[in-house]
């Protein structure tokens, strides 16, 4: 068990809807990240927060958007959802915001958009 | 362009034995660092084992090595006396650090089956 959470576990929608996935990092860590799996593009790198601000974006998709809260949490929404979006959808954390730190995965969220 | 690569996409091994897991990588930067994950069928991420570019000594952990070879931009991952739960996705990521943040670029993954 890394300490990260991750819900839901699973989760299916429709084409056009909106879901919300939901992380808690580590106690104590201060970053969190998204990372997007999928059979097309492998594992992707989507964004970073680092206590409360957004640190670094990847590919990640305007119909794309995250945030964290001030307890650190953090909420990546996907919006106008399309076929292609049908992912497992992983959360890490770490302590720093930079290197020199290691990152630890949640369990993971697997969206399937039917 | 992609900056980590997998060359093996699937790998048996023997029970017992020891296997390499080859990635090799790409970047200018001075500083970096180089991971391996391994992910179960179901699903987690599981860290294995760290090397950063500075380091002077290959990285250990347990029955996990790291053969870092800087001049040839290769980190392949050795596993002593494998076992039948070694059967796993195993993906080479290196660590990106700029001003910003800490982003982590995959390779594509090598599928390691264990045979009895």
């Known amino acids: 068990d890394s300490g990260v959470t991750q819900t839901p576990k699973h989760l299916i929608t429709a084409t056009g809807q909106r879901v919300t996935l939901r992380c808690s990092p580590r106690s104590g860590d201060l970053s969190v990240y998204w990372y997007q799996q999928s059979l097309d593009q492998g594992l992707q790198f989507l964004i970073q927060?680092?206590?409360?601000?957004?640190?670094a974006k990847g590919n990640i998709l305007e119909r794309f958007s995250a945030q964290q809260f001030p307890d650190l949490h953090s909420e990546l929404n996907l919006s106008s959802l399309e076929l292609g979006d049908s992912a497992l959808y992983f959360c890490?954390?770490?302590?720093?915001?930079?290197?020199?730190?290691?990152?630890?995965f949640g369990p993971g969220t697997r969206l399937t958009v039917t | 362009a992609q900056k980590i690569t997998q060359t093996q996409p699937g790998m048996f091994v023997q029970e017992k034995e020891a296997v390499t897991l080859d990635c090799t990588y790409d970047t200018s930067d001075p500083s970096y660092g180089l991971f391996w994950y391994k992910q179960p069928s179901s699903g987690e991420m599981i860290f294995l084992i760290y090397q950063g570019s500075y380091d002077q000594q290959n990285a250990t952990e347990g029955r996990y090595s790291l053969n870092f070879q800087k001049a040839r931009k290769s980190a392949n991952l050795v596993i002593s006396a494998s076992q039948l739960g070694d059967s796993a996705m195993y993906f080479c990521a290196m660590r990106e650090v700029n001003n910003a943040g800490n982003m982590l670029t995959f390779g594509g993954g090598t599928r390691l089956m264990v045979k009895p």
């Open positions: 890490a954390s770490s302590v720093g915001r930079t290197g020199g730190s290691e990152q630890y």
């Open positions: 927060y680092y206590n409360g601000e957004e640190r």
